[in-house]
């Protein structure tokens, strides 16, 4: 390429990179607003009574292999200071290598903790299948069914702060979510936590919120009205399925920060992507138009700073002003890095037992945030290529939101 068409072309390609930069600190000033608004509605939620609202509770949490804490996750399943409440912990097998802990963890318990046997799933997720199955046996008196996780660790209040809100029956669920804790030093988990931050924050005070299947309760005359045991017979995904009859029945879902639930996470690059590729697959069947918002957010956040990076070489190699390039370039980081910083102060908040933790780590949450975009478009490329995913050792064929085939038998 002669000199004149390769200035020509690098001033293009930086006046291309100058807009998109522009776009990103628009973009990034308005999420930074949200990002305040979200930090506003977890302090109003904190500050907030949650009354004395406490029916028969059924917890319910699908076990299957061991995992890091395990023992101690089960045990704060049956330590909530809510009165009114039996936990049903379910797995598929008997053969399940948790299942002597799950045994030994119920027969301890200081409240009535049972173990079920679901059996292998046919058109449905593992998971699916052991909800299912418990929610089909659960004796009448049980009003509000509450959904957690093998993999959280919540705090005695939590399963009080998060049935209360259901006194109101215009409410269809409430949901919180995870905030991971790397629990192994290596950077495959710590990029796994500052993965999951971003998700936080697309919860809050807004008619946008989608349940959190480690964290959502629901009336049981809800759960029935909006059919979700027939939703449930070929579904693979608990929560999305579940947040997809609410909106069509438009129920509201209510984010409850003040139950945020650490989990104490450790990973290699092999879980991490498939943990990350399976959630944004799921993300794709189940909410298209969100994968697809998303998708393109990510792609241009990448886009940027790739050109930026190579426009900024160009001009030094050049010897020419690269300072409004690194300005440009500099500015959307920068706001990235303080929507980290604000998920981390409430974060600390929602969990005050976790904080010295949080605070300890929080480099992850801030620094770590700025390359997870990256990820995320692995995640949404690996997403177009098939719909195949594995989870906990077995696949699976996600046909469509209504159809799961088990190819694992």
């Known amino acids: 390429m002669r000199q004149p068409n390769r200035l020509l072309f690098s001033t293009c390609v930086e006046t291309f990179f100058s807009i998109l930069a522009i776009l990103q600190i628009a973009g990034g000033l308005y999420l930074l607003w949200e990002g305040i608004q979200w930090l506003l509605y977890v302090r109003g939620r904190l500050q907030t009574d949650p009354g004395f609202y406490a029916p028969r509770t059924a917890v319910i949490c699908p076990c299957k292999g061991m995992e890091p804490g395990l023992e101690r996750n089960l045990v704060s399943l049956c330590e909530f200071n809510h009165q009114n409440y039996e936990v049903f912990f379910v797995l598929a097998s008997e053969n399940d290598a948790a299942y002597s802990l799950v045994k030994r963890v119920a027969a301890a318990s200081r409240v009535k903790a049972t173990v079920i046997i679901a059996g292998k799933p046919e058109n449905c997720s593992e998971k699916v299948n052991n909800l299912r199955t418990v929610v089909e046996q659960l004796e009448p008196e049980f009003e509000v069914l509450a959904f957690a996780d093998s993999d959280g660790r919540p705090g005695r209040a939590w399963l009080h702060h998060l ?22 030093n290596n950077f495959a988990t710590a990029l796994l936590a500052a993965w999951n931050a971003s998700v936080v924050t697309m919860l809050g005070g807004h008619g946008r919120n989608f349940c959190w299947g480690g964290g959502t309760a629901i009336r049981r005359a809800v759960f029935e009205q909006i059919g979700m045991l027939d939703v449930w017979q070929q579904a693979f995904s608990d929560d999305y399925s579940l947040t997809r009859r609410l909106e069509h029945m438009q129920r509201p879902i209510v984010f409850l920060p003040e139950c945020l639930t650490p989990s104490y996470a450790e990973t290699e690059f092999e879980g991490l992507l498939e943990f990350t590729n399976r959630q944004v697959l799921i993300t794709r069947v189940y909410r298209h138009k969100m994968w697809a918002a998303a998708f393109a957010t990510h792609f241009l956040y990448c886009l940027t700073v790739v050109l930026g990076v190579v426009v900024m070489l160009q001009l030094m190699i050049a010897t020419r002003p690269a300072f409004h390039v690194v300005t440009l370039l500099v500015l959307p980081l920068l706001l990235a890095a303080i929507r980290g910083a604000i998920r981390v102060l409430g974060a600390t908040e929602a969990l005050p037992g976790a904080k010295a933790e949080i605070l300890g780590q929080s480099w992850i949450y801030i620094v770590l945030g700025l390359v997870v975009p990256f990820l995320y478009l692995v995640n949404f490329v690996c997403s177009l290529f098939g719909k195949r995913v594995r989870w906990r050792g077995i696949e699976y064929e996600l046909v469509s939101a209504d159809q799961t085939r088990v190819l694992t038998k």
Do not use: S
């Not at 919180?176 to 192994?184: D, E, S, V």
């Open 163 to 184: 049935v209360a809100p259901l006194t109101d029956a215009r409410i269809g669920a409430t949901t919180t979510m995870r905030w991971f804790i790397p629990n192994k």
